[in-house]
Structures are given as C-alpha cells and as structure tokens.
C-alpha cells in the first residue's frame, strides 16, 4: 500500500434539477494516494451513483488514465437530494484536472471558476442532453457564469438572452476548451421557432355568438370560462380556439412557461417557444398528475398550461377531490408541494375553460330530446362542482342547440379568430398600460381604484347581489368582467350595460 502524501482537489461547478430555481451544485472531487477506489457521496439517487461507471468508461476511451487511487467525490450541498446524469461531465472534468491531465491555469485564470458544467456521458466520451437545461442556464446567468453542455442541449440554453453558452459534443473537446482560450467560441443560436400552421379558426363555429362573445371577454381579461349545454352544441370545439386569439406571450412569460416544459417529463421542444400551451387532461387524471407531486416533486398539467390554458372537458366527472386541488392555485397562480425532504413551489397560472352537460343525460332544456333525470340527480351531478370552485369561475354560459335548419342556412362567420384577436390584444394593451396586469389578477385593493363605477351602477350591483345571494368573491368577478368588457369596447369608464352583460354571463348563480 502506497502513502497518502500526494493529494490534489478540483472543484466544478454545475446545476442541479430541483424545481425551478435550479440550485449551485459544487462538485469536488479530491484525488489522493490509496487503495484505488471512487466514493461518490451527496445525496445521489440511483442515476447519479451509476456516474462512476459511465465516467470511468468515458474517461478511458478517451486516450485518458483513469487514476488508480483513492478517489472522492462530494456533490455539495450535502442535504440536497441530487438526480439525473447531468454530474457525469463536472465530475469526470473534475478527475481529469485533479489528477493533472489538462492543463489549467491557477488562480482567477482558471476557467472552473467562471463556467457551470453539465452533461451526461457515453461510454465512448460523447455527450448526451438531459433535462432542465433552461433553468440551469438561467440560473447560470444571474450568476454571470458561462455554460458548458452538450449540443443538443445549446439551442434551449441560448433562449436566455446575455448568457453565454459553449456546446460540446465528446469530452475531448471540453478539455480543449478548458485549456485552449483559442476554442472558445459562444454557440450562436440558428434556430427559429416554428409558426403554428392549420390552427383552428372562430369563424368556423357556426351561431353561438353569445358564446364567441364570452369566449373574446375571457381573452380580453384572462378570465375563467364553464360552457354549459348538451352533447354537440361545439362546446369543445369552441374552448379549443381560445389559443388562437390570446395575445402573443411576452419574453418573461415564454422564460417561465418553457422553464416548466423543461424540467417536466415531457421536456421542452424549441419548437414550441412562444407559444401558449393548452393542455387537455382526461377526466381519470390524478390529483398528483393534475397539480403535481412525486418524491421528487415535478409539475403538473395546472403548472405545464402555465401562462396558457387549461381544458377540463366534462369537468364534473373529475373526481372531486382533484377539482377541489385547483381551488388555491386558482386563486395564487402557484402551487406548492410539500415533501419531507423538501418544498417546491411551480408556477400555475393558467386559464381554465371547462365545460359540462346541464344533467347527468345531457339533455335538460334541450327542445330536440327529452331529460329523464330527476331533479335529485341533476342536484348531484351538479354540486361535483363546489361552490367556493364555482365562485372562482368568472363566466359560465348556457350554450343552447343550433336548429338543424340554421345549421345548414348560415354561412362562416367573417369574423376570423386574427380580427378577434387584433381586438383582443388592443384591449389587454389598455389594461397592462393602466394596470400593468390583466383583469382577472385584479386584487381587491387594485380593484377600488380600477374598477370604480357611478352611484347608479352600484345600486343596481347591490340590488343583483342581494338577490342572488352572491359572495364577495363574486361580486369583485363581476367588477373584473365588467371592466374587460369595458376596455373590450375601449370605454374608459365601467357602464351599467357592461354589469349587465357581465351578470348575464353567470347563469349558475340564478335560482335553477
């Protein structure tokens, strides 16, 4: 057995997967004489202790010499749980430099001071991409550090502007660049994202204006929306182009929603950059699959429509305790979840459009076929949908059946979801100028100043409340509504005619 005299430490720096704020990780790895052995200690799941193989392999088939000593390696900070093959690059760059096979400067000239290092390793040195890439180079920004990762991964990381990000492909070509101040080009984004091509288009529903014109207000103020009727009236059809006239995302919103797509499992596609995600779950889906969870917690579809929208077809047969999950983030625009280990917080603001049948047949009020529910049933099927979650829910409109006749006399509308949305972004201008925030995330407070109406509008207000026996979280929806249909109409003050409207669009609140 040979002495310990001889030791030599290496410290990388990389990012872990961990929600949104993509922790420092600082990898140290700490080569000493000794049985040769490699301890890997940190908080590793299972990916990151099957590194030492990929590392050992990658490194020797790389014309490198995998020491023969004692080798440690501690992924720090201790207490925090570290997944993925995202390690295997730092610490493999971190033997390397250890054991002085590349070439560093010493000092603030070291290039380890000043870059995040990350990637997963092939047995043959080559670089594979991995999840999270977005915030990690975010993260690395704010740091005013450069990036190191692997190609496939460079076109995600380069949508953070003023980072600095070098894509590699084989382990060879990161010592050269680590040694080399010559190598060292930024990777240049050529990328474009795609333009959504077939997207479908308003004028396409036939009749339902009254819907169409909830539809637009929805978009205006970014409210929420229950369409209400029986089978085939274009209930899904018409939630379905609300994309197509929301305003264009702005920088920070497509930041924060692709951040989510990237770390999820489905990963984030560049292709999709700039564009509002609408996610459409099955009404088997899970409380942990609706707002997240695990053991390791990740997003869920509340936290994946992020910024875009959330589709609940036949929202009362969710189950129950999934639809009461959406009560806080409904009203936060984030969730937080919980784990001994840990607590994450995603983002979760979302617009939700959801329909349902007006009884458990679908047919109740519907002139072309008669309902054979009774009214206990019809009580049941319709208190799935909570009070307190109904209150949280701006619009809910009767969405009535098309005669045949009309359906096969009227034409197209010429009212297209592009003219649509030229409206629709003229109205949210107003209120971002005003408010610097849309209607629908109007605080009470906000609410008082913005949403101020004349003597006479808020008798007839009070009047309608009482009547209806509506809760002060209603009565300040109405207020955000009233004000979207106001600013839809660029009327600078809210009118008696825009409460109306606005009271009008909710139908479950009357007497049934």
Known sequence: MTGSSTTRLAVVYSRAQQGMDAPLVTVEVHVANGLPAMTLVGLPETA???SKDRVRSAIQNSQFEFPAKRITINLAPADLPKEGGRFDLPIAIGILAASGQINLPSGDSNPLHHVEISGELALGGELRPYAGVLPAALAARN?????????????EASLVERSKVYAVTHLLEVCKLLSDDSSRTPYQSTAEPATPENQPCLSEVIGQQQAKRALTIAATGGHNLLLLGPPGTGKTMLASRLIGILPEMT??????TASIQSISQQGFSIEHWKQRPYRHPHHSSSTAALVGGGSIPKPGEISLAN???LFLDEMPEFHKNVLEALREPLETGE???SRVSNQVSFPANFQLIATMNPCPCGYLGDPSKPCHCTPDQIKRYRS???GPLLDRIDLHLDMPRIPTTELQNQKASDETSVIIAEKVKLARDTQLHRQGMTNADLDTKAIKEFCEIDSQSSEFLTKVIEKLHLSPRAYHRILRVARSIADLEQSENIQKQHLQEA???RVLDRPQ
């Open 48 to 50: 990151v202790k099957e």
């Open 143 to 155: 740091s005013k550090r450069a990036t190191i990762l692997p190609l496939a991964c460079a076109p």
């Open 251 to 256: 920088e920070a919103e497509a930041i924060a």
């Open 307 to 309: 910024h875009g929208v």
């Open 335 to 337: 969730v937080t979840i």
């Open 384 to 386: 799935k949908i909570s």
């Open 503 to 505: 009271i009008s669009m």
